[in-house]
């Protein structure tokens, strides 16, 4: 199989050549990203990003997945205005899917975001046409964007939640001594005004595996961000961090494994 990526905005290509051989990638995902420019007055204060392990479903036939839960808080310092935000997935390789299910709300009430590819070569976000999951175009890989546009009163401050869950990545561990999986999410705060006041990570991962490492990194995966903090509560690990007055310009990623 070739890899497989779910990225919000670059290929995970790094870590996958260092964790494991034989790789399948998915559900890397992150947060909101306005689709042309950098904003002048629209800030991302803060988020915090609820990642959960899980098998779906039990016995052989059982699915390890991982579902993220992240909430946005943007504050409007101009006036009233509307942006065009999309939240990325993309997919490259031998594969058929991308996200599990994609949900989303604006203040506590759901909200519809178009699944869109985006032609970055146009330089603009007026460039987006629908996704059809059929197109022999896509065969090989896509980048798509869910869409949707949010309206900001003068001064306003929004909630924007996203929630969606994917396959965990995995793949036949270097020495192959078994199959590594890992979680990732991707932070790109970097085109929205000022800084992020505060990045929060909690992420649940059921205690019968062996947490290989765990970080936030810049973007060239050589600098380590900041660590996790982990603790046990009854059959999970918790691993906590905290990001504070950042660019929030980096990578997530937590490599585990089973015990045996």
Same mark, same amino acid.
């Given at each position: 199989?070739?890899?497989?990526?779910?990225?919000?905005?670059?290929?995970?290509?790094?870590?996958?050549?260092?964790?494991?051989?034989?790789?399948?990638?998915?559900?890397?995902?992150?947060?909101?990203?306005?689709?042309?420019?950098?904003?002048?007055?629209?800030?991302?204060?803060?988020?915090?990003?609820?990642?959960?392990?899980?098998?779906?479903?039990?016995?052989?036939? #059982?699915?390890?997945?991982?579902?993220?839960?992240?909430? *946005?808080? *943007?504050?409007?310092? #101009?006036?009233?205005?509307?942006?065009?935000?999309?939240?990325?997935?993309?997919?490259?390789?031998?594969?058929?899917?991308g996200f599990l299910y994609f949900h989303t709300w604006v203040n506590g009430q759901e909200v519809t975001a178009?699944?869109?590819?985006?032609?970055?070569?146009?330089?603009?976000?007026?460039?987006?046409?629908?996704?059809?999951?059929?197109?022999?175009?896509?065969?090989?890989?896509?980048?798509? *964007?869910?869409?949707?546009?949010?309206?900001?009163?003068?001064?306003?401050?929004?909630?924007?939640?996203?929630?969606?869950?994917?396959?965990?990545?995995?793949?036949?561990?270097?020495? #192959?001594? #078994?199959?590594?999986?890992?979680?990732?999410?991707?932070?790109?705060?970097?085109?929205?005004?000022?800084?992020?006041?505060?990045?929060?990570?909690?992420?649940?991962?059921?205690?019968?595996?062996?947490?290989?490492?765990?970080?936030?990194y810049d973007d060239s995966e050589e600098k380590k961000l900041a660590n996790f903090?982990?603790?046990?509560?009854?059959?999970?690990?918790?691993?906590?961090?905290?990001?504070?007055?950042?660019?929030?310009?980096?990578?997530?990623?937590?490599? *585990?494994?089973?015990?045996?």
């Amino acid at each position: 199989m070739k890899p497989l990526f779910i990225s919000l905005l670059l290929v995970f290509c790094i870590t996958i050549t260092t964790y494991s051989n034989d790789c399948a990638v998915s559900g890397q995902g992150g947060r909101w990203q306005l689709l042309k420019g950098e904003h002048n007055s629209i800030q991302m204060i803060s988020e915090i990003v609820n990642m959960s392990v899980f098998m779906e479903n039990s016995g052989a036939e #059982g699915e390890l997945r991982y579902k993220v839960v992240a909430t *946005f808080i *943007f504050k409007n310092h #101009g006036k009233a205005q509307t942006v065009k935000m999309g939240f990325p997935e993309s997919s490259y390789g031998d594969y058929d899917g991308g996200f599990l299910y994609f949900h989303t709300w604006v203040n506590g009430q759901e909200v519809t975001a178009s699944r869109s590819i985006i032609d970055s070569s146009a330089g603009d976000s007026s460039a987006i046409t629908p996704f059809n999951p059929d197109s022999s175009d896509y065969e090989d890989g896509f980048d798509a *964007f869910w869409v949707k546009d949010v309206s900001f009163n003068e001064n306003e401050t929004k909630t924007i939640t996203v929630e969606y869950m994917s396959p965990v990545n995995n793949g036949i561990a270097v020495l #192959g001594n #078994g199959t590594d999986y890992w979680v990732s999410y991707d932070f790109t705060g970097g085109n929205w005004f000022g800084k992020v006041e505060e990045s929060k990570v909690i992420v649940e991962i059921p205690i019968k595996y062996k947490i290989l490492s765990a970080g936030i990194y810049d973007d060239s995966e050589e600098k380590k961000l900041a660590n996790f903090s982990k603790t046990k509560l009854n059959d999970k690990y918790i691993l906590t961090s905290t990001i504070k007055d950042w660019q929030a310009e980096g990578k997530l990623n937590i490599k *585990f494994k089973d015990k045996r």
